[in-house]
Nanobody, 125 residues
Framework: QVQLVESGGGLVQAGGSLRLSCAASGRTLSSYGMGWFRQAPGKEREFVAVIRWDGGNTEYADSVKGRFTISRDNAKNTVYLQLNSLKPEDTAVYYC??????????????????WGRGTQVTVSS
């Protein structure tokens, strides 16, 4: 059982940046591939980014590629998502989650469990 808490969301103008954090307790994050997902009101939760258990590889949704960067610091038991060049369509609640298969990096939302509570990102035009 791992507990995840996201933070760092807020109100930003288009073109601005935010850095989201996902702090874990209960388990070491080195045991898991980690993912970031987002959900806008009335819409389905969607994949944003994933990172290998040791940070050695990453993958991004086409909509955020080149603008967002996922990283991790296993010594701090924390995963990050740097959001640059933000657009109004990035407005959503952002969630982090552990891959239920352990040290696996996949983009399928059904492969993730132990979800955090989410942090709101709002981008104004």
């Amino acid at each position: 059982q791992v507990q995840l808490v996201e933070s760092g969301g807020g109100l930003v103008q288009a073109g601005g940046s935010l850095r989201l954090s996902c702090a874990a307790s209960g388990r070491t994050l080195s045991s898991y591939g980690m993912g970031w997902f987002r959900q806008a009101p009335g819409k389905e939760r969607e994949f944003v980014a994933v990172i290998r258990w040791d940070g050695g590889n990453t993958e991004y949704a086409d909509s955020v590629k080149g603008r967002f960067t996922i990283s991790r610091d296993n010594a701090k038991n924390t995963v990050y998502l740097q959001l640059n060049s933000l657009k109004p369509e990035d407005t959503a609640v952002y969630y982090c989650a552990t891959n239920k298969f352990g040290r696996v990096m996949t983009t399928n939302i059904r492969h993730y469990d132990s979800w955090g509570r989410g942090t709101q990102v709002t981008v104004s035009s």
